[in-house]
């Protein structure tokens, strides 16, 4: 027997790793034109239009959509995302200090509240006056669903801001405390604002995921001028037996969240590419 290579068959001449990553590709391009193909031909436009898209219906919506729902939905959003943002930086310097109660306390609140449903805490908001007789939350309906995103942005705000808090170079506290500075006033004057600037991409994510959020302030039994794009879209959708109002509703949430979306993918790019 011949101990020389036998050659491989022209037919079957093994292809390259280049050439098998565009058969693959090129497969799953087929494969996903013809799913959506499928699915367009499956869609009864006409129906999905009239249900869906129904611009009377929608026309019907202004403009108390951006004078009411609009509105209401960045007065919750903007009123609970300051107090989370001071709660948040309240916890996470308690979170790292020295004092064990202060950390114990940090530690619990944080757990609690990203242990909890949102909703669920709005609900308990509800039965606050039940619980303590005479007691009412500052400013009515507004302070209702301010203070449920606010306790519920905090628990999260106050990571983000630990993280900040403990990216900043040691040196920098070392460096103000040989300069004469107290720890306090090393701490809010050199330490702080160098957090903040580190946790503004997360922040602006935070922002957008409290926006959302304040969809749950409809469980707090909002109605008339108090309403948000949520409740706003759902009672018209109720009313016309038709589910335009709330598609309208998703797209106002969308004019807002996207662009704070792409600025928050922006600053941490730009924060990256700054390192």
Do not use: H
Not at 37 to 42: F, K, N, P, T
Not at 61 to 77: Q, S
């Amino acid at each position: 027997m011949s101990d020389q290579p036998v050659a491989a068959a022209p037919g079957r001449a093994r292809l390259s790793p280049r050439k098998k990553q565009k058969i693959t590709r090129g497969t799953q391009y087929v494969v996903l034109g013809v799913v959506l193909g499928a699915l367009l031909l499956y869609v009864d436009w006409a129906s999905l239009a009239q249900n869906f898209a129904k611009g009377d219906v929608a026309e019907k919506a202004l403009p108390e959509l951006f004078t009411i729902a609009l509105r209401n939905t960045l007065i919750y959003t903007i009123g609970g995302f300051v107090l989370a943002f001071v709660l948040g930086l309240i916890f996470a310097l308690m979170r790292i200090s020295p004092v064990r109660p202060y950390r114990w306390i940090a530690t619990i609140y944080i757990e609690i509240f990203r242990g909890l449903p949102a909703l669920l805490i709005f609900l308990l908001i509800t039965f606050l006056p039940l619980a303590l007789p005479g007691f009412e939350v500052p400013g009515g309906t507004y302070g209702q669903g301010i203070l449920g995103l606010g306790l519920v942005g905090a628990a999260y705000q106050a990571e983000v801001f630990r993280a900040g808090l403990q990216a900043v170079p040691r040196g920098q506290t070392e460096a103000a405390r040989s300069l004469g500075m107290s720890a306090a006033r090393a701490q809010f004057t050199v330490v702080i604002p160098q957090a903040i600037r580190i946790v503004i991409p997360p922040t602006t994510n935070q922002f957008v995921s409290l926006l959302k959020d304040s969809s749950l302030v409809l469980f707090l039994g909002v109605s008339g001028q108090y309403v948000e794009l949520a409740k706003f879209g759902n009672d018209l959708a109720s009313q016309y037996a038709n589910a335009t109002p709330i598609m309208v509703a998703g797209l106002t949430y969308l004019i807002v969240t996207v662009p704070l979306g792409y600025l928050a993918t922006r600053l941490e790019k730009r924060k990256g590419s700054g390192r």
